[in-house]
């Protein structure tokens, strides 16, 4: 989802929530050589601040970006956000991110 439809979706209604879901090793592979992956990644994190990612030590990258995409979400509006790690059945890491205006949203 490009930023801007995201920042419009939190800006529209005070109650307003998103969820996504995203494999981390995907941009970590291959965006760095890929122009078209690249700047996937910059419409997605709304920036280029995800490009430190490939300074990363391999152990850190999948957090780096988990990080950055919450911070993606507080950017666009959306102040509360969590954050779940799952394994699919392939056993590739996935996380389920989720953004919301009010804090209730986020109580766990």
């Known amino acids: 989802m ?3 439809l995201l920042r419009r979706i939190a ?3 005070h109650s307003n929530e998103v969820m ?3 494999q981390p090793s995907f941009l970590v592979r291959f965006a760095e050589k890929n122009e078209h992956h690249h700047t996937a990644g910059d419409a997605f994190f709304g920036g280029s601040g995800w490009h430190d ?3 990363q030590p391999s152990s850190a ?3 780096y970006l988990r ?3 919450r911070a993606t979400l507080k950017s666009a509006g ?3 956000t969590l954050a779940f790690e799952m394994i699919d059945e392939a056993g590739h890491l996935l996380y389920l991110i989720f953004g919301t205006r009010h804090e209730r949203g986020s109580r766990r």
């Open 78 to 80: 959306f102040q509360h």
């Open 11 to 13: 800006g529209a209604h």
């Open 2 to 4: 490009p930023f801007d």
């Open 20 to 22: 996504f879901t995203f």
């Open 53 to 55: 990612v490939f300074r």
């Open 61 to 63: 990258k999948a957090a």
């Open 67 to 69: 990080n950055q995409y």
